[in-house]
Nanobody, 116 residues
């Protein structure tokens, strides 16, 4: 069982930065791939970025060059550094954890609002 808690969301002006955190409880955090997703009002949840247990990363095109995903296995925490934020980045951001043969775990989400 893995429990995920996001933090770090808030209100920021366009062009600003935020760093989201996802703290995980439970065992074997380092064996899970982790991801960030977001859901804007009236839209489906969409993929933002992912980091594997080995540290490989991939991003959606809208996040490349602006967002950086990372993890600190010693702290059981994953991060999303978001720079050059745009109003269209406004959404609830969710973290996710998965590994082969296990459930997919989700956090409750943290709101990010970017004002123009």
């Amino acid at each position: 069982q893995v429990q995920l808690v996001e933090s770090g969301g808030g209100l920021v002006q366009a062009g600003g930065s935020l760093r989201l955190s996802c703290a995980a409880s439970g065992r074997a955090f380092s064996t899970y791939a982790m991801g960030w997703y977001r859901q804007a009002p009236g839209k489906q949840r969409e993929f933002v970025a992912r980091i594997t247990s080995g540290g490989s990363t991939n991003y959606t095109d809208t996040a490349k060059g602006r967002f950086t995903i990372s993890r600190d296995n010693a702290k059981n925490t994953m991060y999303l550094q978001m720079n050059s934020l745009k109003p269209e980045d406004t959404a609830v951001y969710f973290c996710e954890a998965d590994r082969l043969g296990d459930y997919v775990y989700w956090g409750q989400g943290t709101q990010v609002t970017v004002s123009s």
